[in-house]
């Protein structure tokens, strides 16, 4: 049986999360039992929402258990199959982990699906046709429920869920407005992703500033605001949302790391009868045939084109993950094992 | 024509509101158009969303002029008439402001509304049987969407609109959870309101301790609260929360004097899955018969009994409002003319 690097959670982060939280282990991949597959990793998937997990909290998801692989989703190919339903080489999407193989109960329900490579490349299955797509269009077509002409904005704007929601909101007729960390990425959100404009956030020291950004950028204010970051960020879309509008709340990464940080203005949400719902796309599993089917069809036709942020190997992935919560990503972060 | 005593607003509040923002005029009655009634107030409702009027910034309603009759919710009767829709003796509820004697064009839609004094007592009109009552039943019925058997929790449980809203939880069998300043409030609210526990927040010093009291009053957990504070009071209730909550968004009393009071821990609304939704009932005038309907069997059939502060004489007002702002009143704040 081959050799299996696993990255599993050491210790729980003190505050900001760093490489020494995580531990690199080799072990054997075990012998197959009936109805088992082996599954040989070529993505590991890299999400904000891991770092929700490395702390021992009371959250929506169980805490990463200390001294097991971390969790994650995978995009990969059967290497070995004791079940008739895969056969090696079936391309599969999972929650394989981080670690190069898995062992694959195919019973088990959600644990793996076959997927088409044909017109989708398989590492897209983790991003924008998988659950960074799925999210987006969650929160956009169930919380926000936008009507063309609206605007809409969304932080991370060039992410993984970032960039599917400008799709998404374009494809129904809105004005479609990006918030990125940096020049380069402000450009690829307009010229690549489509987004009617995208604002630096780096280039606004505080609230004000980044407020009046975006009154030049919204001029008839935000309709709908997709939440990825929290923190300053969200303070100053609030300040430019219209009367009824809508914020799905999908992840605060500025408060990932360590202590809460406060929403400045909560008032708003009232002058402004404002929605803001929190989601966890894992809990609606009754939309995702619908939205890998609208996300699919925009990756098949390049509406959606997205970008990676690719890692090598498997040491690389704590870095990389590190990386991430500082938004050092540029597209949806992957591993890739092979 | 008689005299007619008016409060109005003479200057801005710099921070706190105070008496002297507020300034006593005496002017005649004019002489009736055609179309129009003279309405004799016998009482003035105080409000805490006045205060927020009092500010000249963008909020939901125009800010209050200065110079002018402060505008409020009134109940009197029709002492002069020249309109064939009223004679002198009808009672009526209007939004007739802080003076003794209004002057109205009844053809102004929803300027004035009869009312039957038979079972339900005037002043109630201004309450229960009012703006507050449907205020109550909007958040929780069209907000919240309670299941019997769920925990409901309000701040200000003793108010216009909390009592209002523990009747109507009670009615949909839902445990009910008060939130009060003072153990003569929270005596007043188990006994009388029918509240299954309240808690006196003046008690509790910090978020921590507060929430530990919510936890023992809410075994359960919190599915529904309806925000009336916001403040501590609010972050401690969001740290009780169960997943897939709803907190109706109704009035930041905690804010309206200064600055904003900011929210400790958004990050919950995302972890715990909770809506929060502000909205303001003056814009769902499509419920007020159905809610006015629901509130008035209940106070007639004696199972909402709201309690009333009454402050005699419209110089008497200004100290009323400044003391609602503080808590200060028991049950609906009102001011008695006649």
Known sequence: M?????????????????????KLVTVETPALQDGQVLVKH???????????RMNDAKS??????????????????IVESKSDKYKPG?????????????????EQPGALRKVDTTHVPLSHYLGAVGMPGVTAWYG???????????????????????????????????????????????????????????IDYKQHKDVGSLSKALKEACP?????????????????????????????????IAGYDGKPVPMAFPQLLLTNRLKLQGFIVSEHMEVWPEAL???GTLVGTGKLRPRESVAQGIEAAPE???????????????????
């Open 2 to 22: 081959p050799q299996n690097k696993q990255i599993h959670l050491d210790n729980r982060p003190q505050g900001e999360a760093t490489a020494s939280n995580f």
């Open 42 to 52: 070529h993505f590991m998937s890299l999400d904000p929402y891991m770092r929700g």
């Open 60 to 77: 929506y998801a169980a805490p990463q258990p200390l001294g097991q692989v971390m969790g994650g989703g995978t995009a990969g190919e």
């Open 90 to 106: 079936d391309k599969v999407v999972g929650m394989g982990g981080w670690q190069e193989y898995s062992v694959v109960n195919v």
């Open 140 to 198: 956009l077509v169930k919380i926000i429920e936008p009507k063309a002409g609206e605007t809409m904005v969304v932080s991370a704007a060039t992410g993984a869920v970032g960039s599917a929601f400008g799709a998404l909101a374009k494809a129904r007729g809105c004005r479609t407005v990006g918030i990125a960390g940096g020049a380069q990425k402000c450009k690829y959100a307009v010229e690549e992703l489509g987004f009617d404009a995208c």
């Open 220 to 252: 008839d204010g935000i309709d709908g605001y997709f939440e990825n970051v929290g923190g300053a960020v969200m303070d100053a879309v609030m300040t430019r949302m219209n009367a009824f509008g809508r914020i799905a709340l999908c992840g605060m």
């Open 293 to 295: 089917k609208e996300l």
């Open 320 to 338: 990389a993950f590190l990386g991430l919560l500082k938004g050092r990503n540029f597209g949806k972060q992957l591993v890739k094992l092979v």
